[in-house]
Every structure is written in structure tokens, then in C-alpha cells.
């Protein structure tokens, strides 16, 4: 018995050391490796129970091991758990941001115009929204309507699924697009001019997981795998546009992956996690999972102040809603 533990233990602590090292690895190892992301949590929870159980049994090499094992988990919780004493502060040359993947807004003029409401009672002054559904089946029109922006941009590719939109009250310029191949996600570059400043605003919605409750394949493993390592790749084209960029960057959206992951290091390789700036508590994002993940960003430039974060939860959407306030430096 007491061989078996020292096996399960050494396990344990290969496992969190290959979750710790996966986003340092290439990308093609990193999507390989990806599902170890999800694991963060429940092997957390299980390598501190057997170090309570060990401890208690005084079994000190095993002890030992579990603990190690769980140090390392729970440091690699870290990124998704936040405490800030950040007030709110917001002068007048602060920019309010909601980012939000409204799914859709489940194709129902009723949903649109309760998160609508809901959103413009937050005064935000750009609005970033992934999985805008297609015109046939809600049109951009009443999307408009619904929030009443001045300025707006749309992806010029109409997908079926998983379209993007920007609302601002500031003008906007100088779109560009993001496509990648064999795949609906997409990346939407706006430039923002804003109080007589440039501040470049990328709207993401990166590679799926085809994890979701819908999936339908035979084999779950080997499609996470999969999109993981495409993620991996457009995260890495869209890390190139964000370093070339003259301007501030602000990243939101949808990355589809946990902090835990080859994208997410990417992508903040030059960009501070608002989340962790000024967020409060755990940042899970992923509703129909209890909240238990966290994968929706806002990334900011250093010289962008993080000065609140915030997550709001509701039943329009799979995904909870992001609030930032940033104050150019």
C-alpha cells in the first residue's frame, strides 16, 4: 500500500509539472499537452487532500511529494484568483470597456434588448461582442438599434456563427481583419481615437474548444487537442500584430483557453491581465461549467492604468460579462 502511494503521489507531481511547464513549450507540444490546463483545479483540490491524509498518517516522504504537488497547483490557480484594492478610480479621461461573447443573444430580440439595457446602464464607451449572429437570423440592424452606438464596425466575412461587432462612442478607424483557415473565429483591429489619443482595440474570439455541450464527435481528447494547437497558432499571429503596433493595445474577448496555456502566455508576453490589475475574487468566465474556468481576457498595454474589473454574471449568455476601466498614462 505504501509503495502504491509513493507511485500516486510521484505521479501527481508529474503531472503538475507538466502542466506548469506546457506553455513554454512549442506550440504543436503545448496543444498536445493542452488538456492538462483543465486539470489545474481538481488536481489542486485532490494533492491537498492527500497531503492533509499523509500528513495526518505522518507518512513524511509522501507528505512530501503530495505537497509539492499542491504548491505547484495552487500557484498555477493564482491566475485565475485576484485581489485588488483598486477603488473604481474614474476620471474623465478614463475608457470604459464591456466585452462580452453574447452567444448570439440565443437568436431572440427579447434577450437582445434586456442585455442591451442592461449594458448601456453601464455606461460603457466601447462595446466589444463575439458570436454576433448572422443577419438572417438577427440582423446587425437591430443589434445597432438595440445599443445605439454612433460608431460601429463589423467583420466583413458574414460567418453563420461566431461574427464579431464594435460599439463606440469615439471614432473608430483603420479596420482590419483576422481570418484563419478551416475555421468561423476570427480577430477584428480597430484603431480607437479617444480624447485625442490612438489606442489600437483587438476583438478576439479564438479557436474553439468542441468541448461544448453540443459536441458530437467520438473522440473528445483528440478534438481539444486539435483546436488546441490551431489556437496556439493564431494566438501566435495575433501576438505579431499586437508587438508591431505603433499604438496602446487593448485585447478582449474570447481566447477559449485558461491562463494555463500556451495562448495565454502569448498573448501576454506584452500586455498586463486587467483581471489580475484590478479584479476581484475568482475570474471564471465559462457559465454553464459553475464559472470554473476562466476564459474571457481583457489584456491592456503598460501604458494603460487598469483602474477597475469587473465580472457580471447572467442567463443571456454562456459567458459572463467583462467591465474594465482603463485610464491612458
Given amino acids: 500500500m505504501k509503495r502504491f502511494s509513493y507511485i500516486l503521489a510521484g505521479f501527481t507531481v508529474l503531472l503538475a509539472l507538466l502542466t506548469a ?7 504543436a507540444v503545448a496543444g498536445y499537452l493542452a488538456p492538462l490546463g483543465l486539470l489545474v ?12 491524509i499523509a500528513v495526518l498518517y505522518r507518512s513524511k516522504g509522501i507528505s512530501l511529494l503530495f505537497g509539492t504537488a499542491c504548491l505547484i497547483c495552487l500557484f498555477l ?5 485576484a485581489v485588488s484594492f483598486a477603488t473604481d478610480e474614474s476620471p474623465s479621461h478614463s475608457l470604459h470597456l464591456i466585452s462580452w461573447n453574447a452567444e ?4 431572440n430580440k427579447d434577450t437582445l434588448q434586456a442585455s442591451a439595457t442592461f449594458i448601456r446602464n453601464l455606461h460603457p464607451d466601447v462595446i466589444c461582442l463575439q458570436e454576433r449572429p448572422h443577419d438572417n437570423l438577427l440582423h446587425r440592424d437591430s443589434i445597432s438599434e438595440a445599443f445605439g452606438y454612433p460608431y460601429r464596425v463589423f467583420n466583413s466575412r458574414e460567418d453563420e456563427v461566431l461574427n464579431l461587432a464594435i460599439y463606440s462612442r469615439f471614432p473608430l478607424s483603420n479596420m482590419k481583419e483576422y481570418y484563419f483557415s478551416n475555421s468561423y473565429n476570427k480577430v477584428l483591429q480597430i484603431d480607437l481615437q479617444y480624447k485625442g489619443r490612438t489606442i489600437r482595440l483587438f476583438n478576439m474570439h479564438l479557436q474553439t474548444t468542441g468541448i461544448t455541450p453540443a459536441f458530437q464527435g467520438n473522440n473528445l481528447l483528440h478534438t481539444y487537442q486539435l483546436n488546441a494547437r490551431e489556437r496556439n497558432r493564431q494566438a501566435q499571429l495575433l501576438a505579431e500584430a499586437i508587438a508591431s503596433s505603433p499604438y496602446p493595445v487593448i485585447l478582449c474577448g474570447d481566447l477559449n483557453d485558461t491562463p494555463i496555456s500556451y495562448a495565454y502566455r502569448k498573448l501576454t508576453n506584452k500586455l498586463k491581465d ?3 490589475e484590478a479584479g476581484n475574487g475568482w475570474g471564471g468566465t465559462y457559465q454553464p461549467a459553475c464559472n470554473l474556468f476562466r476564459i474571457d481576457y481583457t489584456l491592456c498595454s503598460p ?3 487598469t483602474s477597475a474589473y469587473h465580472l457580471y454574471s447572467n442567463h443571456w449568455s454562456d459567458h459572463r460579462i467583462q467591465y474594465t476601466i482603463v485610464i491612458p498614462l
Avoid at 42 to 48: Q, V
Avoid at 77 to 81: A, Q, R, V, Y
Avoid at 104 to 107: D, M, S, V, Y
Fill in 21 to 27: 511547464a506546457m506553455p513554454w513549450c512549442t506550440s
Fill in 41 to 52: 483545479i481538481p488536481l489542486a483540490i485532490f494533492s491537498t487532500l492527500a497531503t492533509i
Fill in 77 to 81: 490557480c493564482g491566475k485565475s484568483w
Fill in 104 to 107: 448570439g443573444f440565443q437568436l
Fill in 274 to 276: 486587467c483581471f489580475l
Fill in 303 to 305: 501604458e494603460l492604468k
